[in-house]
Nanobody, 126 residues
Framework: QVQLVESGGGLVQAGGFLRLSCVGS????????MGWFRQAPGKEREFVAG????????DSADSVNGRFTISRVNVKNTVYLQMNGLTPEDTAVYYC???????????????????WGQGTQVTVSS
């Protein structure tokens, strides 16, 4: 498993932007597909975006398509989530997660991710 630490959350007004970062430990970071998930109070954890090991393939939820961008820099063991055009509906705790399975297909299922960060709070005011 890889240890993950998120940062970059905070309070922002609607229409604003934030960039989340997630740093992984160890020299095997590039062997993991990575994902961002979020969980709002009283709701289930939901997929936001995913990126393949090499960063070539990405996937994002319909609710954030065109506003959020996932990227990674493997030499820095870091995955990013650039969030633009934030709305109050984006308010949640955001988690990064690592998928160590051998498949090359990106997953939207939390159960397929075996390492999780502690989360970072994003609050969007109206």
């Amino acid at each position: 498993q890889v240890q993950l630490v998120e940062s970059g959350g905070g309070l922002v007004q609607a229409g604003g932007f934030l960039r989340l970062s997630c740093v992984g430990s160890g020299r095997t970071f590039s062997t993991y597909a990575m994902g961002w998930f979020r969980q709002a109070p009283g709701k289930e954890r939901e997929f936001v975006a995913g990126i393949s090991r090499g960063g070539v393939i990405t996937d994002s939820a319909d609710s954030v398509n065109g506003r959020f961008t996932i990227s990674r820099v493997n030499v820095k063991n870091t995955v990013y989530l650039q969030m633009n055009g934030l709305t109050p509906e984006d308010t949640a705790v955001y988690y990064c997660a690592a998928d160590g399975r051998s498949t090359s297909r990106l997953s939207r299922r939390p159960v397929d991710y075996d390492s999780w960060g502690q989360g970072t709070q994003v609050t969007v005011s109206s």
